[in-house]
């Protein structure tokens, strides 16, 4: 392994049963590579293995977080750009929190299916889905809160006691202890911003003299009787020893930093919450330990540095699901500013075409993954393009959606593609009928012609067409290539003949040669289709028509010539029979051959 | 990354190529035993083999598979110094209970003197058009012009690149703005000239292809070159697997109204990565072009990935774990060697050959334990 990658901590994954000093060799899929053992210019056993990302979009529960995220992620589009900022920021607030409750739905919906399973495997593996849920929740909270929402000072130490307690809520199945439950319960009786009766400074002076007062009691052993009655005094100051004595109570050292930043800052400014953060971090965690990727990323939120935060939670988490749709948020509210790339995409462009990306390798989810395509502008659409063409066209059914979307946004190629693709295989599977139809949806007339020739030659060979319903409706379908307007007219004739409209069947049929409908190929079976109308008692055939049909009859051997049989004369002279009449005596020309 | 399945290919020697179909549901391998089999995969995930039958009298080097809009058809090459055009039957009833399909040989292009080494279709919008290269330096461009009659293909385009070649790439693009072109790729392994790579380019005046670019930087053996999907861009992405791996861009300068010759390109390297330490021996793209894998003597295959801000890095590497197989009674899967062996059986009746090399028939695999998925490794989302 080279350096770079043990720098970056790659660990290759293993395949079973290559040997060493072999190659391996690789084909990529839909969602997987193959690889197989192989020794390129050299000659052994062979197998063949498929490898996969790790994936999430497999597991039924999360399913439901990306139908739901995807619902949300359509409305958030929609919203209405010309609104001032004054009132889409309550807007992005709700959408934020709409997030974060489907992701505690899912959350909750895992930790049941942990608790409830026999299967020990899927139960750890549930377990470990939930604590990646929770630290996704948890990071974007507190990006709601920072970023978001904007907290000013005085609400934003409100809104970061509610975080840390909704997330320790979260964690702690103990009961509340004394350090969690009493003090926040105590001060609420404090915090009257909300109210808007007084202001922050009003506020300020007021909780500092309250502070001078703890403190004096404490000074001169007010509560010296009570030990601890005294510990919770200190408390109150923010006395950092004490608080850190109770370091398993807090749990986490973001819970230390708000609890100090309680006791210590009320009235804390955004700003100035990375100096406490960082603080806090490296008294908390001790000198051995070293922070984990959680910790980087709330910190980096701490120091108002989204584009770290984003960064750290992509390394950090194996999908593109979170990444994706908060930076799609945050772009919404103006807070990213775009990078230009070479191609002139976007980070939040390049994320969400990553994510969806991924969707498209599952059978059902695909069709979420056109609505985020939809939304990215710049490469959305070449992106759908390249892999709507690629769904496996199990079914009629499934193709038809396909299709549905293609012509939704004008995709002419992979129309005209698909259909295609449907036409060739009903027609290998000697599906006429279905082949003609998709053939005819794909405007494809090169193919249409040879389906309808195959029609003819069914017909030919056994007396019947199939597939009536289909050619009965063609409509204007029909004019899409000579041989299937001939086809259609066909086939009108049968119909006209078998309802007894002796004298327009016979006139079509007519003009099936004389308009040069019907091809050369086939004037011979017009031609003897003719001889039942000429047997009818009545007079179908008029002299002119009559005398039409020998001069078809007359081009058509003409131009056999050579293939001329001697059947053609016994033919030709009894059209000319036929036509005499009693009512009509016309002297035909008999051609003597 | 973790492997979700293992098929035992059941092929009696080295396998040399496996090619997806467009779709992803089927698969075509091919192997020095001198035969195809074709791979289908079932709403489960289960690949079975439904076909499998001797296609030429040398090693097989490559399969690759067409359009499906020209139906079910593959082409293979071989070291019998011939390439051929298979289309699949539709059988009989009974067969497709057993869940078998028959392939017959449509045509057999004998052109080459020597070995030929790939085989590749073009771009589905040229038609159905089929490329091969041959040792012998020679790159052959055939037509098919009536896409129902497959036994009849016109020699269409020869064209001499005087270096030995291995492999061939056509670049995807269908763009009006691109005219037809693709990369040759020379295994001559006299390292004192460059050159080892060639791009051609259609011309519409002279309705020949002619040389465009010739990448001198390159100068050691090519093994595999692939033209990255397009995208819509105006320039093109070209992966090269040599003694290393390399990503160069070609981009189309301006073109002046009177210029009939090809396209004049700047060529720029992207990338260039030696991870693997020794000769690379295959490149290839996703679909998107979001990823290239690479796979290198050191038996390892590393899939590469760029950033938003198009820096390239390893993002994944698979290697083997040295093991033998280990054969236990386990659960047979699908690939299991008893329904294999019949398979082939059958298909040599009908066929009436015998696989495999005279006197060399490697012992069948055990049946394959029912691997766990241990997750191994996390693929980082790399941003």
Same mark, same amino acid.
């Given at each position: 392994m080279s350096d770079t990658e043990s720098l970056f901590n790659l660990n290759p994954s293993k395949i079973p049963a290559v040997s060493d000093g072999k190659h391996m060799g690789f084909a990529?899929?839909? &969602?997987?590579?193959?690889?197989?053992?192989?020794?390129?210019?050299?000659?052994?056993?062979?197998?063949?293995h498929e490898v996969r990302k790790d994936e999430d979009i497999y597991s039924p529960i999360l399913r439901k977080l990306f139908n739901e995220s995807h619902h949300i992620f359509v409305g958030l589009q929609t919203i209405r750009e010309d609104l001032p900022s004054k009132s889409r920021k309550p807007q992005f607030v709700s959408i934020s929190k709409n997030y974060r409750s489907v992701i505690r739905a899912c959350m909750e919906e895992l930790q049941q299916v942990a608790v409830s399973t026999k299967d020990g495997e899927a139960s750890v593996c549930c377990l470990f889905q939930v604590s990646i849920l929770l630290a996704i929740e948890l990071?974007? =909270?507190?990006?709601?809160?920072?970023?978001?929402?904007?907290?000013?000072? &005085?609400?934003?130490?409100?809104?970061?006691l509610d975080w840390v307690r909704l997330h320790k809520a979260d964690v702690d199945e103990k009961a509340r202890e004394v350090l969690q439950s009493d003090s926040p319960a105590e001060h609420r009786d404090y915090w009257d911003v909300p109210s808007g009766t007084q202001t922050l400074t009003e506020f300020d002076v007021k909780w500092r003299h309250w502070h001078e007062e703890v403190d004096r009691c404490l000074q001169d052993n007010s509560f010296a009787s009570n030990k601890h009655l005294e510990i919770i005094c200190k408390l109150l100051l923010g006395d950092e020893d004490i608080l850190l004595d109770h370091k398993e109570l807090l749990g986490t050292w973001y819970h230390f930093l708000v609890t100090r930043l309680l006791f210590c800052h009320p009235?804390?400014?955004p700003a100035e919450l990375h100096y406490y953060a960082q603080s806090c971090m490296t008294m908390f965690l001790d000198s051995r330990s070293v922070p984990e990727p959680l910790d980087s990323i709330l910190l980096a939120a701490f120091e108002f540095d989204i584009h770290q935060v984003i960064k750290d939670c992509s390394i950090a988490l194996n999908n593109w699901w979170f990444v994706a749709h908060l930076t799609d948020l945050l772009d919404h509210c103006k807070l990213l500013q775009s990078h230009n790339l070479h191609f002139g995409s976007n980070l939040r462009e390049f994320l969400l075409l990553e994510y969806a990306s991924g969707l498209f390798t599952h059978h059902s989810l695909w069709?979420?993954?056109?609505?985020?395509? @939809?939304?990215?502008?710049?490469?959305? +659409?070449?992106?759908?393009?390249?892999?709507?063409?690629r769904v496996p066209l199990d079914t009629e059914r499934k193709a038809l959606k396909v299709l549905r979307i293609c012509e939704q946004r004008q995709m002419s190629e992979q129309v005209r593609s698909i259909c295609k693709i449907m036409a060739m295989r009903a027609l290998r599977n000697n599906r006429l009928g279905s082949a003609l139809s998709w053939s005819i949806r794909a405007k494809d007339a090169a193919f249409a012609t040879l389906i309808s020739e195959r029609f003819l030659q069914d017909y030919c060979t056994r007396?019947?067409?199939?597939?009536?319903?289909?050619? @009965? =409706?063609? &409509?204007?379908?029909?004019?899409?290539?000579? +041989?299937?307007?001939?086809?259609? *007219?066909?086939?009108?004739?049968? *119909?006209?003949?078998?309802?007894?409209?002796?004298?327009?069947?016979? *006139?079509?049929?007519?003009?099936?040669?004389?308009?040069?409908i019907a091809p050369r190929s086939f004037w011979m079976t017009l031609l003897t289709d003719a001889l039942p109308l000429l047997e009818q008692k009545e007079v179908i055939f008029s002299a002119d028509q009559t005398y039409e049909l020998m001069y078809c009859l007359g081009e058509l051997t003409s131009s056999l010539n050579s293939e001329a049989t001697g059947t053609d004369r016994p033919m030709q002279v009894r059209i000319s029979t036929y036509s005499l009449n009693p009512a009509q005596i016309t002297v035909c020309k008999i051609k003597a051959f | 990354m973790f492997v979700a399945r293992s098929?035992?290919? @059941?092929?009696?020697?080295?396998?040399?190529?496996?090619?997806? @179909?467009?779709?992803?549901?089927?698969?075509?391998?091919?192997?020095?035993?001198?035969?195809?089999?074709?791979?289908? *995969?079932?709403e489960n995930g289960e690949w079975h083999c439904t076909a499998s039958w001797k296609t030429h009298s040398g090693s097989v080097w490559r399969v690759t598979w067409a359009h499906p809009e020209f139906g079910q058809v593959l082409a293979s090459c071989s070291f019998d110094r011939t390439a051929a055009v298979w289309e699949e039957i539709v059988g009989e009833s009974n067969d497709k209970q057993r869940g078998l399909s028959h392939w017959i040989k449509r045509t057999t292009l004998v052109d080459s003197r020597t070995s030929v080494t790939d085989v590749k279709f073009a771009p589905k919008h040229m038609g159905l058009m089929l490329t091969t290269c041959s040792a012998d330096g020679v790159v052959r461009i055939y037509e098919a012009p009536d896409v129902m009659n497959l036994s009849q293909w016109s020699l269409q385009h020869e064209i001499s690149c005087k270096l030995s070649c291995s492999c061939i790439s056509w670049n995807p693009s269908s763009?009006?703005?691109?005219?037809?072109?693709?990369a040759v790729g020379s295994d001559d392994s006299n390292v004192t000239y460059g050159g080892k790579v060639q791009i051609y380019e259609y011309n519409e005046n002279t309705r020949k292809y002619g040389k465009a670019e010739t990448l001198m930087t390159v100068t050691d053996a090519v093994h595999d070159i692939a033209f990255a999907p397009n995208l819509g861009r105006s320039f093109h992405v070209l992966a090269i697997a040599t003694k290393d791996v390399r990503i160069f861009k070609l981009v189309p300068m301006r073109k002046e109204s009177t210029s009939t010759g090809p396209t004049k390109f700047e060529v720029q390297t992207v990338a260039q990565f030696d991870n693997h330490n020794s000769q690379v021996w295959r490149v290839s793209w996703n679909i998107t072009s979001t990823l290239l894998a690479s796979s290198g003597d050191d038996g390892c295959v590393r899939l590469w990935k760029a950033n938003y801000m198009d820096n390239w890095k390893c993002t994944g590497i698979l290697k083997g774990d040295g093991s033998p197989l280990t054969g236990s009674s386990g659960q047979p899967t699908a690939m299991s060697t008893v329904v294999g062996s019949s398979v082939q059986t059958s298909q040599n009746a009908l066929n009436g050959m015998s696989a495999g090399r005279i006197g060399k028939r490697a012992p069948f695999a055990p049946p394959l334990r029912q691997l766990t998925s241990p997750k191994i490794y996390q693929h980082p989302a790399y941003y």
């Open positions: 990529w899929g839909p &969602g997987d590579i193959l690889v197989y053992e192989t020794l390129h210019k050299a000659s052994g056993s062979s197998f063949i990071i974007w =909270n507190l990006c709601e809160v920072l970023f978001i929402d904007a907290a000013p000072a &005085g609400s934003l130490l409100l809104h970061l009235t804390v400014k069709q979420l993954a056109v609505d985020y395509f @939809d939304h990215c502008p710049e490469f959305g +659409r070449v992106y759908l393009e390249l892999q709507i063409e007396g019947t067409f199939s597939d009536l319903d289909l050619i @009965d =409706n063609l &409509g204007p379908a029909m004019l899409l290539s000579d +041989r299937l307007t001939f086809l259609g *007219k066909y086939r009108e004739f049968h *119909k006209l003949y078998e309802e007894k409209r002796f004298t327009e069947a016979a *006139k079509l049929l007519l003009s099936l040669m004389t308009a040069k | 098929i035992a290919a @059941d092929h009696k020697d080295l396998i040399h190529d496996v090619s997806y @179909d467009f779709h992803g549901r089927r698969m075509a391998t091919c192997s020095s035993d001198q035969s195809v089999k074709v791979w289908d *995969k079932s763009s009006r703005a691109h005219p037809p072109m693709f």
